[in-house]
């Protein structure tokens, strides 16, 4: 039996994976054109403004304002809907945690509902119970790239008169039955962080059908000021969360390779789905087939550390690290991370305030359970070949070999 890296072994990954981000010379070319051109602020360039055409059209929406990033997207299109302090806005338990914080940004109260067990997506099952007369929106949030139910969430988001921002931060290009998400209903967050499907260091886009929420969006991101304002008249409490000249120039060329990308991930999760489905103690994330595009944004499974001899999570991520694969243990549930356990909320809120709830008692099983147990792999583990996905299989398969045997792990 081959030693593990971490043991003094070779690791099982035999060459790099690709490298992320990825550029070429139209990236350098782009934002040098852009550095000469002199006009590097959106209200004077010309690159946001034909950036927010691009990908709105790429996604079968009418209308896009571009911003700082994906965060403060939400923040925006909650004000801009209206959302007022101390309002409720239902988010699902297991995301990255700027999908709760951002609500806490506006003076709103997110409310916490539990994530479907195969696609870790807002369950829509455990969604009504959920409202109240104090909610005002509702984020679904499309994890590693899965669409959530938007069928199910939708019917009940009507049926109760509420608007759906989708969070779309890691589902540049999804599609939910034949059609590209992020206007489905009211609107859709994406986020161009380091990581993410499409980038630029950092960025963020708000896409919706209706013009008049997207001008409000743009005011409460241009500190308050109409587009055509030249006499300063600032009209709300905004913020400056515009996109530079030089983020939305790289964001565009990203843009011209996103759709082979996305081809080369689909075709490489359904092989990696098929080598891991008979391997003891993983379990990918499910698929509702009702997603016809899943750009995968990150490739997730269960770990199930009794197929592993009880190796922590922590420690097989570690062990995977060292065999070449880059992996991470997920999120925790929203309400388990220290700003809510401790009830770190200023300077939007008190601690006491009576408005909170105790999220302490917050119950989200499956939410919590995911966040327990799951693992997932960087995109850009995806993008290689076939040989490449066969080498994060023999490595989990290396791994739980070694933590079955007499031979310790490291």
Request: zero cysteines.
């Given at each position: 039996m081959q030693?593990?890296?971490?043991n003094g072994g070779t690791a099982a990954k035999s060459k790099p994976f690709p490298e992320w981000p990825m550029f070429d010379e139209r990236e350098i070319a782009a934002v040098t054109a852009v550095v000469e051109s002199r006009q590097w602020w959106r209200t004077t360039g010309t690159q946001v403004?034909?950036?927010?055409?691009?990908?709105a059209a790429y996604h079968g929406a009418k209308f896009a304002v571009a911003v700082t990033n994906g965060t403060q997207a939400i923040e925006l299109a909650l004000a801009a809907l209206g959302v007022s302090p101390g309002?409720?806005?239902?988010?699902?338990?297991?995301?990255?945690i700027s999908t709760a914080t951002a609500v806490l940004c506006v003076n709103a109260v997110p409310i916490f509902v539990d994530v479907h067990p195969d696609t870790y997506c807002l369950d829509p099952a455990k969604l009504e119970a959920a409202i109240t007369p104090r909610t005002r929106a509702i984020i679904p949030v499309h994890m590693a790239g899965h669409v959530a139910n938007m069928d199910a969430i939708l019917e009940i988001a009507d049926r109760?008169?509420?608007?759906?921002?989708?969070?779309?931060?890691?589902?540049?290009?999804?599609?939910?039955?034949?059609?590209?998400i992020g206007a489905l209903q009211q609107a859709g967050i994406f986020s161009f962080q380091a990581g993410k499907l499409m980038t630029a260091g950092e960025g963020g886009l708000i896409l919706s059908d209706d013009e008049e929420f997207i001008e409000r969006c743009f005011l409460f991101g241009n500190c308050g000021r109409p587009r055509t304002d030249r006499t300063y008249q600032h009209c709300v409490l905004g913020s400056n969360c515009r996109m530079?000249?030089?983020?939305?120039?790289?964001?565009r060329v990203q843009l011209e390779r996103l759709d082979e990308q996305i081809e080369r991930r689909e075709l490489n999760a359904s092989l990696l789905d098929q080598m891991l489905n008979d391997l003891p103690g993983i379990i990918p994330q499910g698929r509702d087939p009702r997603v016809t595009r899943h750009p995968h944004y990150m490739y997730m499974f269960r770990y199930d550390k009794t197929a592993f001899n009880e190796m922590s999570r922590q420690l097989f991520v570690d062990t995977l690290i060292a065999e070449g694969i880059p992996a991470f243990v997920a999120y925790p549930a929203m309400y388990r991370t220290p700003v809510f356990v401790n009830r770190a909320f200023g300077p939007h809120w008190r601690s006491d305030d009576p408005l909170l709830p105790d999220y302490s008692k917050a119950s989200c099983p499956v939410g919590e359970e995911i966040g327990e147990t799951v693992v997932w792999l960087h995109h850009r583990v995806l993008l290689g070949d076939e040989e490449d996905v066969s080498e994060i299989a023999e490595a989990i398969e290396k791994i739980r070999a070694h933590s079955r045997s007499a031979v310790a792990v490291a």
């Open positions: 030693n593990l890296s971490l403004k034909e950036f927010e055409k691009e990908f309002d409720e806005v239902i988010v699902p338990a297991f995301s990255f109760y008169d509420l608007p759906v921002v989708e969070d779309a931060a890691h589902a540049h290009g999804a599609e939910w039955k034949n059609k590209r530079s000249e030089l983020h939305a120039a790289m964001l």
